[in-house]
């Protein structure tokens, strides 16, 4: 059973308001360190994006729904685990759902609003379109929680907590939660083209991505082991399976054989061949053998400088687990709205 505890820092305010002072401390120390020769703009903000996310974390709490809805963590783990138990692929896909909703402007549940009147939402982006999936499993959840608790949970902390319940139920880590987003009222087509990472970007190009949502090298290579689970189209392995050289021969013809050089764009195979529906370290150990599914996957295991947290985790399920879920915690905490901003949507596709 997963357990929903933070250290008890998090509900003391007056630790609280220290931790902000100490950030604050530390950006102004940034701030007239950038203007030394030898302090890198990146760094500079990438502790302005750590300081930023520490404040919205503060607003977020582990005892969120305690009083206002004590059955919302088992209603949605009971929801995932049914999902799951009906098709294990359910769990990568409600992964995705949460890691493509917090990429575009933050975790605020706007990958799940339908195209209407006034909103050009995210399902129909590049990205997304024909690939995340899932809505139906959070429209059940959602109906439940209403049931139990008109207008109490939002949709954005539903897909927060059903990613972590996911990993676990396929065989994942657990992770700590702090909860207590809201939902957005609108959504943007043109971020989720331009914000989501492509399949295609080179190591430099990834690290540049995950930086620029102020994560680290290490917390890329951890968050792309969630291709631990889950499947890709035809139509994104294509080219790697035929054109580039840094690939199995053998996996290769496999993965051709249900993959044409013409056609097939649709057809599926595993990001995982070896364990696909199982949450374990068997992805990098694919990824040393030049068996990685993806351009994007094999780059991080390519002569570069993630080569070694790759051959660690390989070796090390226990040292993945932590990172992957330590990242998890930090991708959770992307730009929540909190507070008055936003709002407890009632129907996750639509705002109220």
Known sequence: MAIDTQSPHIQNPKVVLFSLRTSFFKLRTLSSMASSSSFSWFTFVFGLLLFTTSIASAQLTANFYNRTCPTAMSIIRGGVSTAIARERRMG??????????????????????????????????????????????????????????????????LLTVAARD???????????????????????FNDANSELPSPFLDLPQLISVFGNKGFSPQDMVALTGAHEIGQARCGVF??????????????????????????????????????????????????????????????????????????????????????????????????????????????????N
């Open 92 to 157: 990568a896909s409600l992964l995705r759902l949460h890691f493509h909703d917090c990429f575009v402007n933050g975790c605020d549940a706007s990958v799940l609003l339908d195209d209407s009147a006034t909103i050009n939402g995210e399902k129909t982006a590049i990205p997304n379109a024909n690939s995340i999936r899932g809505f139906e499993v959070v429209d059940t959840i959602k109906a439940q929680l209403e049931s139990s608790c008109p207008g109490v949970v939002s949709c954005a902390d």
């Open 238 to 351: 294509k080219n790697r399976i035929y054109n580039e050289t840094n690939i199995d021969p053998s996996f290769a013809l496999s993965m051709q054989r249900n993959c044409p050089a013409n056609g097939g764009d649709d057809n599926l195979a595993p990001l995982d061949s070896t364990t696909p529906t199982v949450f374990d370290n068997a992805f990098f150990r694919n990824l040393v053998n030049q068996r990685g599914l993806l351009h994007t996957d094999q780059q991080i295991y390519s002569g570069g400088a993630t080569n070694a947290q790759v051959d660690r985790y390989r070796l090390n399920s226990a040292a993945f687990f932590t990172d992957f879920s330590n990242a998890m915690v930090r991708m959770g905490n992307l730009s929540p709205l909190t507070g008055t901003n936003g709002q407890i949507r009632r129907n996750c596709r639509r705002p």
């Open 166 to 188: 996911a990993t676990v139920a396929l065989g994942g880590q657990t992770w700590n939660l702090v909860l207590g987003r809201r939902d957005s009222t609108t959504a943007s």
